[in-house]
């Protein structure tokens, strides 16, 4: 018989002393002295509530459960949200509101997605009634296209950011329904992680004839190519590759093909994001070398990138710190650091990335997280191409000016390759990350199919 190591986790009767005092405490919480706090008033059915997610509070902080914790309060946050929200309505419109905020608590309480769907969906219908919500049908005016360069940034600009801390639930409704069921797995996985639908306004199939011209997509795997293999006499191709099929080209680009727990990352974000710009969260990735650097990385993102997406991408391309670059120790440049890989190109990767980082006196682990990551803004987030697929896939650029440029890399796997590294480092940490997955018009009703064998021209 093998040994067993004993565990000394929390016995049964531990975890029921610990209910129990939360339980005593939510039920002395002075919930008069909170409402005139809050200048808001909690009726009867409201402070029943309130009181459980007191009491959920205590018993994830008794456990050192932080995101328990704060799953407890953004539920309070939330209720007392609604609660404002209601005042504002006629009476009739108040007791509709309340039956369904009571149909998504208890929803939420069970783990029921469905019934939290469908109450988020009825209260938005109460907002439509009272005039809340704009139902018109009329498409917002298309913006000129200009005649400005490729070559300038201003005419690849990303749209502005107008996602808000919405719930899961409030995200995943605007995603189609051939989305849902992935994201709703992903979300069990990793409840912390935060899924953005990304409206492109572009036309799937029109991208994926743009992105078909001339041939530009090209692979070394022969079932994403064609029969005979094709090279457009008008393409440079590196050695071993050929042109792409438009099958293949549509089953990458298609975003539902992705939506697992490595390939997700093709979509991590870049884009800055008050909700997670914050010395917790970064921490969250941060490990090794890098475990005291929290606020070097807040520093870097400022107000314009993401600090968890440049803390996840150093972390990722330099090991935590500890790779020679990122202790400054390659030969010939001693002293020079660099956190993200910048310029570390195929072939003397290292010195590449050591001759960069002394071209741009990044002299210091500080300084190569600060420099490098305002680098990589203004070199990538602030065009729109902040994630793996969009520096693959620039949707930005044909939105904009109805052809494909600065597209990052011609290998049809480009994203798929990349987001392997990330999600090898990544995917076990418990961070807020958040995903841009883009989301385009007319998509087929199901996820476009991986090829199976080569393309007839």
Not at 1 to 8: L, Q
Not at 12 to 32: G, I, Y
Not at 237 to 250: L, M, T
Not at 423 to 434: H, R
Request: charged share 25%; with cysteine.
């Amino acid at each position: 018989m093998k040994w067993k190591e004993p565990t000394f986790g929390a016995t049964p009767m531990l975890k029921a002393l610990t209910a129990a005092n939360a339980h005593r405490k939510a039920k002395a919480f002075d919930l008069v002295a909170e409402q005139k706090k809050q200048k808001l008033n909690y009726p009867d059915w409201a402070q029943t509530w309130m009181r459980k997610y007191k009491e959920e509070w205590y018993i994830a902080k008794a456990n050192g459960d932080e995101v328990g914790m704060r799953k407890a309060q953004k539920l309070a946050e939330g209720l007392r949200s609604k609660l404002r929200e209601m005042a504002t309505f006629p009476k009739w419109a108040q007791e509709q509101m309340k039956k369904e905020t009571i149909r998504w608590m208890t929803a939420e309480a069970s783990g029921n997605i469905r019934e939290k769907l469908a109450a988020e969906k009825a209260g938005r219908a109460i907002r439509e009634k009272l005039g809340l919500i704009d139902t018109s049908t009329k498409e917002p005016p298309k913006e000129p296209v200009t005649n400005k360069s490729k070559d300038d940034p201003k005419t690849e600009q990303a749209p502005p950011d107008k996602s808000e801390n919405d719930s899961f639930e409030a995200e995943l409704a605007k995603f189609p329904e051939s989305y849902r069921p992935a994201l709703l797995k992903l979300h069990k996985q990793h409840p912390s992680w935060r899924f953005i639908a990304e409206e492109t306004n572009v036309d799937f199939n029109s991208f994926l004839n743009a992105e078909m011209k001339n041939g530009l997509v090209c692979t070394e795997v022969s079932k994403y190519g064609y029969s005979p293999p094709w090279r457009d006499p008008k393409f440079k191709y590196d050695r071993g590759y050929n042109a792409a099929s438009p099958k293949a080209v549509s089953y990458f680009l298609d975003p539902r093909n992705f939506l697992t727990e490595s390939r997700v990352f093709q979509f991590l974000s870049g884009k800055y994001d008050k909700n997670t710009q914050n010395k917790e969260a970064v921490n969250k990735v941060l490990s090794k070398s890098l475990a005291n650097k929290g606020d070097v990385f807040l520093k870097a993102g400022g107000n314009e990138a993401s600090a968890v997406f440049l803390a996840a991408k150093a972390m990722v391309e330099s090991g935590g710190g500890t790779s020679t670059l990122g202790k400054g120790q390659v030969p010939e440049y001693i002293g020079w650091y660099n956190m993200y890989g910048i310029g570390a190109n195929d072939g003397s990767a290292l010195k590449n990335g050591a001759k960069k980082a002394k071209s741009e006196n990044w002299n210091s682990v500080d300084s190569a997280i600060i420099g490098g990551g305002k680098w990589i803004y203004r070199n990538y987030i602030q065009t729109g191409q902040d994630t793996l697929y969009s520096l693959k896939w620039n949707v930005n650029s044909f939105r904009n000016n109805g052809t494909v440029s600065k597209q990052y890399a011609t290998n049809i796997m480009d994203a798929y390759v990349k987001s392997d590294r990330f999600s090898k480092g990544l995917k076990t940490v418990d961070a807020p990350l958040t995903f841009r997955i883009p989301v385009y018009k007319n998509m087929p009703a199901t996820a476009c199919p991986e090829p199976t064998q080569v393309s007839s021209r």
